[in-house]
């Protein structure tokens, strides 16, 4: 077996990589909960790559990708607390792992579990003593896999417009490091 290890992305095949697994991701976990069109339109396997480089250049938000040899297989986003609403102000001084994806095909083989428990030690380091996750109500599986690393719905949520008027609800799951 190829061995594991993790990379900061900071480089644009870093930044391809983790976009391209975000939008499988996406192709396979939300079908029925996004608009179809959106995912077609949209979620494209390049979507995310200007948002992780600016990301990186600003520090605003830090990549971390699970390679096994020389395949991405996880990947995700983390940093201090995204806060775009007044009600947010009690999260203020808190980490967030804004986004976490692994490959739809390596689902089950613990890289996930591995690339998250690297994250929550890292927020740590960083001097953070709580974190959140936002995670899609409908995403039973994600929401799972968060209880088992410890967070838990802390009664909040954050609604996130898409077209069609469709409104899809993110729950808020917490936990302390």
Do not use: Q
């Amino acid at each position: 077996m190829d061995e594991l290890h993790f990379v900061d992305a900071c480089t644009e095949e870093h930044f391809r990589a983790m976009s391209a697994i975000h939008a499988r991701g996406w192709h396979d976990t939300y079908p029925g909960y996004v608009p179809e069109d959106y995912l077609r339109d949209v979620i494209t396997e390049d979507h995310w790559v200007p948002i992780f480089r600016e990301d990186h250049r600003t520090g605003k938000c830090h990549g971390l990708l699970l390679y096994r040899g020389d395949t991405p297989v996880a990947c995700c986003n983390y940093g201090p607390a995204r806060l775009s609403l007044p009600r947010d102000a009690a999260y203020s001084g808190w980490g967030e792992v804004c986004s976490f994806y692994a490959e739809p095909a390596e689902i089950g083989r613990g890289y996930g579990s591995m690339l998250m428990e690297e994250t929550l030690r890292r927020l740590k380091a960083d001097g953070f003593a709580s974190c959140f996750v936002l995670v899609l109500e409908e995403n039973a599986r994600a929401r799972r896999f968060y209880a088992r690393h410890g967070f838990a719905w802390d009664g909040t949520h954050k609604d996130i417009p898409f077209p069609h008027d469709m409104i899809c609800v993110d729950l808020r799951y917490t936990r302390t490091l």
